[in-house]
């Protein structure tokens, strides 16, 4: 992804805020929703040149990464345990 001087401008693309993913998925769906995470310069830099190497968004990126996190023995265990694959999503 090429560097911008705008600084709102790349918010908005890590972010993927406003409209990006209503664009995709029709301008009468819910919005998704969003985690805001804090992390270092370099880890940060690095997430955005490899999400653009694989031309995907960042925000699919974290979903690939958070589902691979939570299929790990560990998280699985704690799920299982505290019955939270059987939580109801809020309507």
């Avoid at 401008?9 to 805001?36: H, S, T, Y």
């Avoid at 699919?60 to 958070?66: D, G, I, Q, R, T």
């Amino acid at each position: 992804m090429p560097h911008c001087h705008n600084t709102t401008f790349e918010i908005c693309r890590i972010r993927q805020w406003p409209f990006d993913d209503l664009v995709e998925i029709g301008m009468n769906a819910k919005r998704k929703p969003e985690f805001r995470v804090f992390t270092e310069e370099d880890l940060a830099t690095l997430v955005k040149t490899l999400a653009a190497l694989k031309n995907t968004s960042i925000s699919e990126l974290f979903n690939e990464a958070l589902e691979l996190w939570l299929a790990q023995p560990e998280q699985q265990k704690l799920i299982e345990k505290h019955n939270l694959d059987k939580i109801d999503e809020p309507e």
